[in-house]
């Protein structure tokens, strides 16, 4: 089993800054580990993904350009970020930390466990 926690989510004016966080524990190794989002009425949709050594990663691409996955591996420290610049009202959604063994052939994770979400607001 893993737990995923997320964090950092909250209100921001378009064109600004969020940083969200995912906390890993349990079996935490899995080969990769991603975000993806729902906004209301919608379905949930990918953003980024990153593979376990931290050097490969994946975007959906409306957020290339203005979105950074990395993780933090050191210290038994296992972290997920997501660092989202030049924020827009379009990505306003609860965002969810997901960890998956599987990568899709379209570079999307398959998704083994979820975190429970974190509420982007983005205003105009």
């Known amino acids: 089993q893993v737990q995923l926690v997320e964090s950092g989510g909250g209100l921001v004016q378009a064109g600004g800054s969020l940083r969200l966080s995912c906390a890993a524990s349990?079996?935490?190794?899995?080969?990769?580990y991603g975000w993806f989002r729902q906004a209301p009425g919608k379905e949930r949709e990918f953003v980024a993904a990153?593979?376990?050594?931290?050097?490969?990663?994946?975007?959906e691409d409306s957020v290339k350009g203005r979105f950074s996955i990395s993780r933090d591996n050191a210290n038994a420290k296992n972290t997920v970020y997501l660092q989202m610049n030049s924020l827009k009202p379009d990505d306003t959604a609860v965002y969810y930390c997901?960890?998956?063994?599987?990568?899709?052939?379209?570079?999307?994770?398959?998704?083994?466990?979820w975190g429970l979400g974190t509420q982007v607001t983005v205003s105009s």
């Open positions: 997901a960890a998956a063994q599987i990568l899709e052939p379209s570079g999307r994770p398959r998704p083994d466990y």
């Open positions: 990153i593979s376990w050594s931290g050097i490969n990663t994946f975007y």
């Open positions: 349990g079996r935490t190794f899995s080969n990769y």
